[in-house]
């Protein structure tokens, strides 16, 4: 559980700015689509939006997109040591600001307000999944094409856990994408908390900063002293807005279901990480990070024999695990869901004698033949249950007696999938059965070499 309070000096924007954060690859919309499609933005308190998507609403707004915001709280609870204005009174002017912070995005009057107590939101999630929904069915257009916009489910504020973690159980169980922004992690986390290396980035042109910044003035209760007197110190400081300043948004992106009610399968993976790739040359900052760079070290000195007749990789993505996995493969196929993953990772590796790169849909795009060393490596979690079941099949009929398995994969909960990386190994042992030859865990990460039975006969 994560513990702060807007008093604490939090991280400089400075060590954010440093960390890269302005590279990660953008979000797959296309501003071509966006006008047909419909949203529903959630906030906790009045400024909620603002702070995490105002730039992603005013962009919406001047697009055309559908909009409704949803606003639970009024806030009232944001100066409780307040000597001269009471919650009643502090509800009242917030809503009146959140009025004009819209207007200033372009959504003058698209909102809905469903009166929930500031700092119990965990207690009314049936309302606020009412209120979702109820807000998707005003909306023109599509029904398929909703996507519902919600604070951080991690976020470390219990309001906006509580919201976030509603928004994506509607978004699951009615099939919706789902943008989770964060507010407060900019304050309590450090780029050492790397779940921000799984997010997305939405480009802010000039206008969409300019609203975003007369919105958050408009929010005079939050940003300015509510009076001199001990109590009513402004809320947030000069150094936390810095973080909401930055000519782009951060949203943790879960795709909508191809059809709704059913999890994400590998069927999904060419879309989804098409998307991703799309949007930048190195989504996941492989080449230059540092944790990736020591990653892909652990791996290969985690294989047991020095060279390999027949490697395969499953999931290569642009290939920087690829081209390292060739030293030591005399022929080695690497395969991913993404076209776009695939050119990049042909085009790395062109020059690789014994290196060939495919698309291919795992586990019923299976490749022939027989191998001696294969590589599931941070891609085990975008299968179903049944189909990573289906994938350890196949891993069994074609690894040769003694062969090696090799499974590496993010610890950390992967928005909009069923599985994390833990469980991918559990069910890996459990379905095979087959003896762990090395085992390594740090907190971000799992790495694990599993050995095929080696059916010899002695005598």
């Known amino acids: 559980m994560v513990t702060f309070s807007h008093t604490d000096q939090g991280t400089a924007e400075e060590a954010w700015a440093a960390s890269g954060l302005a590279a990660a690859p953008e979000l797959p919309l296309d501003p071509a689509e966006l006008a047909g499609m419909r949203f529903v933005v959630l906030a906790a308190h009045p400024d909620d939006e603002t702070l995490g998507a105002g730039g992603l609403m005013a962009s919406l707004a001047a697009l ?4 409704e915001v949803v606003l639970c709280t009024a806030g009232e609870g944001s100066h409780p040591d307040s000597p001269t204005t009471k919650p009643e009174q502090l509800a009242h002017t917030r809503l009146t600001e959140f009025a004009a912070a819209l207007a200033a995005l372009g959504l003058e009057g698209r909102w809905t307000f469903i009166g929930l107590p500031d700092r119990g939101l965990g207690r009314h999630t049936e309302a606020i999944a009412r209120a979702v929904r109820e807000a998707a069915r005003r909306l023109p257009g599509d029904p398929a094409r909703l996507a519902i916009v919600a604070p951080y489910r991690g976020d470390g504020h219990g309001d906006h856990d509580a919201l976030g973690a509603a928004a994506a159980d509607v978004a699951r169980q009615d099939g919706h994408a789902l943008l989770e922004y964060p507010i407060w992690f900019w304050h309590w986390a450090t780029p050492r908390n790397r779940e921000w290396q799984r997010w ?4 802010l042109d000039e206008p969409a900063r300019g609203a975003k910044k007369q919105a958050m003035a408009e929010h005079a209760t939050q940003v300015q002293p509510l ?26 992106w879960t795709a909508a279901p191809i059809s709704s009610g059913r999890p994400h399968s590998s069927s999904d993976a060419e879309l989804v990480f098409d998307g991703v790739h799309d949007g930048s040359e190195d989504p996941w900052n492989y080449s230059r990070s540092w944790y990736e760079r020591r990653k892909r070290a652990l791996t290969l000195a985690a294989l047991p024999a020095e060279s390999y007749e027949r490697g395969l990789e ?3 993505s642009i290939g920087t695990l690829t081209a390292e ?9 690497a395969v991913d869901a993404s076209g776009t993953a695939v050119r990049r990772a042909s085009q790395r590796l062109e020059n690789r004698a014994g290196v060939q790169v495919e698309q291919r849909v795992l586990p019923g795009a299976w490749p022939q ?13 975008y299968f179903a249950v049944k189909e990573l079941a289906q994938l350890w099949d196949r891993v069994e009929t074609s690894l040769e007696p003694g062969g090696i398995l090799l499974l590496c994969h993010w ?10 990386g833990d469980t991918v ?9 087959w003896r762990t030859a090395g085992l390594y865990q740090e907190r971000d990460f799992v790495l694990e070499v599993l050995i095929a039975p080696d059916n010899a006969v002695t005598i």
């Open 411 to 420: 610890r950390h909960p992967i928005n909009g999938w069923e599985l994390d």
């Open 227 to 252: 009076s001199a007197l001990p109590g009513d110190e402004a809320l947030l400081s000069g150094l936390f807005l810095q973080h909401f300043s930055r000519g782009y948004e951060m949203f943790a």
């Open 425 to 433: 190994h559990a069910l890996a042992r459990q379905r095979l059965g």
């Open 200 to 203: 997305l980035r939405f480009h």
């Open 64 to 67: 055309g997109a559908a909009v």
């Open 325 to 333: 996995l060739a030293t030591r493969c005399r022929n080695l196929l």
């Open 369 to 381: 033949g027989t191998f001696d060393l294969l590589v599931v490596s941070e891609v085990g979690y």
């Open 314 to 316: 499953v999931g290569c």
